[in-house]
């Protein structure tokens, strides 16, 4: 009968089989007390790593600090809502404890956006396809693009797509060399071939999971090792993966969700009233390979039989081509970072491990906190709808226009493409742009709302720039390179102008809509301009005074080109005088 393993017996049956080097390493180092640095890891392993890690210690949470753990599906959104979230909360609040209730392909997307959000949102860009939402038949009929997350059989299709390499996910071919912080996943029946109506439709599309440590063969006389007969003969041999994922069936020992009747059980309260024995664990998946490696097929746990599956595998790299197989209709990889990811989990950060990014596309952060830190040079831009976007390289933004409409952006250091402009919504709240480094970072131009600046250097009170603006925060500035920095020279000071704006413009909050927009809420920021201004009544609309500026930039080039013609006839006067 089948037991339940305590977590010091399941890292000793594993370091036994030799199964479970590369977390325990990372745990045992944590206890070396010699002070040596630990050697220095590609990005593309720390990728590898952070997913081993964190689902290495949140299930190791999960078993002690007694959080509600279920198995549950989120079923299909309903048209126009936004994505939504497996049912994952790690810290009990307030009001209510922690909980984690979600399927295979939930658990994945979890940690994906927790570790990395630039592959899970790969993965979520895929749910799009054309494939993916049509009908095949009367009984078949696929709408992906309704559905919370990539389910597991659309994952298989794209880490056996030929894009899947430039996208940063690098295909395992032999899964007899899987490695931890793995990505692997099949899909079953009808769901391998949709356009084949001979196969059958089964309950569940398949399965992903993680590899949490490097498979081992099974002994071909060990009990049970057919299956009851169901071994396909063409399978070379049968190996075991320890694995994490959320199941609602027993895998094989050790599994730490089983009670000690070797069964799942509910817990006493659940988020989901539809959800069911198990959730998210460590267990172990026997996968039965050919010569060359590929999976034949599966199986879960010692009461089930070998299954025919379609099965692919991959390992994250830290380069993904924003190309046009994982960007929408607007060019953009679409992003969002869930509310439940955390960027701290146990003393250790995520989600800001290096990415860098290349191709045509750009990215739209739609929601959450998102770190660029990569070597990119995207041609696409950077749109922030809502969220925290954190740039921490020199060139985290690529080579195209910055837009900030809701959220934040946070410059920690100067990012800007020199040719990119950068235009932010008068509807920002105070500090949303942080330049938090020294210096100056160049841009091309500025827009404010409806009102275009091409010249001057901008930034927050705490900057030495030419024109301030609340909007900016911290002591870096950025300068404006459309026009000769001449053009923006601040006028002097009159009870007419603020210091610090263009000539004929005032930097403001309109007092009017500032009283009404802190009625009730004093985080509320009420709408900010650079705008025109004449000599008129408040009353006067914007558009009345737009003249201002406009004539002084006429009264610019009118003074240019007047030097420039007064230059030209003393040359043909000059040439006139030598020729007589």
């Excluded at 939504?84 to 392909?105: I, K, N, Y």
């Excluded at 493409?417 to 500090?431: F, K, R, Y």
């Excluded at 500032?514 to 914007?542: D, I, L, M, Y």
């Excluded at 080109?561 to 006839?569: C, K, Q, V």
């Amino acid at each position: 009968m089948s037991r339940k393993f305590t977590l010091t017996e399941y890292l000793v049956v594993l370091l036994v089989s030799g199964s479970f080097g590369f977390v325990t390493q990372r745990y045992l180092a944590a206890e070396d007390t010699t002070g040596e640095p630990p050697e220095r890891m590609e990005p593309s392993e720390l990728l590898s790593e952070a997913m081993a890690r964190f689902s290495f210690e949140m299930t190791h949470a999960l078993k002690d600090s007694g959080t509600s753990n279920s198995y549950s599906h989120q079923r299909l959104t309903r048209a126009g809502k936004q994505l939504g979230e497996p049912l994952v909360q790690l810290r009990a609040t307030d009001t209510q404890a922690a909980f984690v209730s979600t399927d295979c392909s939930g658990w994945l997307s979890f940690v994906l956006n927790t570790v990395s959000p630039l592959h899970e949102a790969v993965l979520q860009s895929q749910r799009h396809l054309p494939e993916h939402n049509q009908a095949y038949s009367e009984d078949f009929v696929l709408r992906e693009s309704r559905r919370p997350w990539a389910r597991a059989f659309v994952v298989t299709r794209f880490l056996r797509a030929g894009h899947v390499q430039t996208a940063g996910f690098e295909p395992v071919e032999d899964l007899a060399t899987l490695q931890p912080g793995d990505v692997v996943a099949y899909a079953m029946g009808r769901y391998t071939k949709p356009t084949d109506e001979n196969r059958p439709k089964p309950k569940d599309t398949g399965h992903a999971f993680l590899v949490l440590g490097s498979p081992t063969v099974i002994d071909p006389d060990a009990e049970g090792y057919d299956g009851q007969g169901t071994l396909s003969e063409k399978v070379a041999k049968v190996i075991a993966v320890p694995s994490v994922d959320s199941s609602a069936t027993v895998h094989f020992v050790p599994d730490s969700r089983v009670n000690e009747k070797g069964r799942y059980a509910l817990p006493e309260v659940v988020p989901n009233p539809r959800a069911k024995a198990g959730g998210v664990g460590t267990g172990t998946i026997w996968l039965a390979l050919s010569e060359q490696g590929r999976v034949l097929q599966r199986r879960l746990g010692p009461h089930q039989k070998y299954r025919a599956v379609l099965a692919r595998a991959a390992r994250l790299r830290a380069r993904i081509s924003l190309d046009e197989a994982i960007v929408d209709k607007q060019g953009d990889l679409l992003i969002h970072v869930f509310d439940s990811s955390p960027p701290e989990y146990g003393g250790i950060s995520y989600g800001d491990t290096p990415v860098d990014l290349t191709g045509d596309g750009g990215i739209r952060l739609a929601s959450g906190r998102l770190v660029l830190s990569g070597n990119n040079d995207f041609a696409g831009g950077v749109t922030v709808n809502t969220g925290a976007l954190i740039v921490e390289s020199p060139t985290g933004l690529g080579a195209g226009d910055v837009a900030i409409y809701g959220g934040s952006m946070t410059l920690k250091k100067p990012a800007i493409a020199d040719s990119a402009s950068l235009t932010l919504s008068e509807d920002l709240p105070d500090g949303a742009l942080r330049l938090n480094f020294e210096g100056r970072d160049a841009a091309h131009s500025l827009r404010i709302g409806e009102t275009e600046h091409r010249c001057g250097t901008w930034g927050g009170p705490e900057s030495k720039a030419q024109f301030v603006v609340p909007v900016f925060s911290g002591p870096g500035v950025i300068e404006l390179t459309a026009e000769p920095p001449e053009i923006c020279a601040t006028p002097p000071k009159s009870p007419f102008t603020t210091t610090g704006a263009p000539p004929g413009h005032r930097i403001s909050r309109p007092q009017t809509e500032a009283r009404e927009s802190t009625k009730g809420n004093s985080e509320v920021a009420a709408p900010w301009h650079v705008a025109p201004f004449c000599r008129q009544p408040r009353r006067t609309p914007r558009r009345a005074c737009d003249w201002s500026f406009s004539a002084t930039r006429a009264a610019a080039a009118i003074a240019r080109t007047r030097e420039g013609l007064i230059g030209t006839m003393n040359g043909l006067s000059e040439l006139f005088r030598k020729s007589t």
